[in-house]
């Protein structure tokens, strides 16, 4: 329902539009549908850890295949605009999958972080694009 809003009618301020960029891509996660994801992954994106775009293609396409079903639950921590162009997003990913493990499930939580440009003008989700992404296993509480 979120996705169809973002996709047509009146046009939606830059910080909606990168509330239903993750919205989408959460979507297309649970899909298994690598192409959609990979379009709103900018040609030149880079990271930390040295990725490139064809590399979070192909770590994708490794999770896809590990994992039967998959369920994300996501919380958008903290969404901080520059301008009307650019973003900075904080959320918390926790994913789900069946698996060939001995539970024959798999679940982990991730804390993302992410820089996200559009172009002057943008009226849609679509034209955002990920510039780079930090990324990490949420820590676990102590017992």
């Known amino acids: 329902m979120l996705l169809m809003s973002a996709c047509g009618g009146a046009r939606t301020d830059p910080e909606e539009q990168v509330r239903a960029w993750v919205a989408a891509v959460a979507a297309a996660a649970q899909e298994k549908e690598r192409g959609a994801i990979m379009d709103l992954i900018a040609d030149g994106y880079t990271d ?3 990725n490139r775009a064809a590399d979070i293609e192909n770590l994708l396409r490794l999770y896809f295949l590990r ?3 998959i369920v994300l639950l996501t919380n958008i921590e903290d969404v901080t605009m520059h301008g009307t162009t650019a973003a ?4 918390t990913v926790g994913m789900a999958g069946t698996s060939n493990s001995a ?3 798999s679940a982990d939580a991730y804390r993302f972080e992410l820089e996200l440009e559009a172009p002057e003008g943008s009226d849609s989700y679509s034209e955002w694009r990920l510039l780079s ?3 990490g296993a949420l820590a676990q509480p102590a017992n």
């Open 48 to 50: 930390a850890r040295g």
């Open 133 to 135: 992404a930090r990324w």
């Open 103 to 105: 539970l024959g499930i």
């Open 88 to 91: 900075e997003v904080r959320v």
């Open 67 to 69: 994992q039967g079903k």
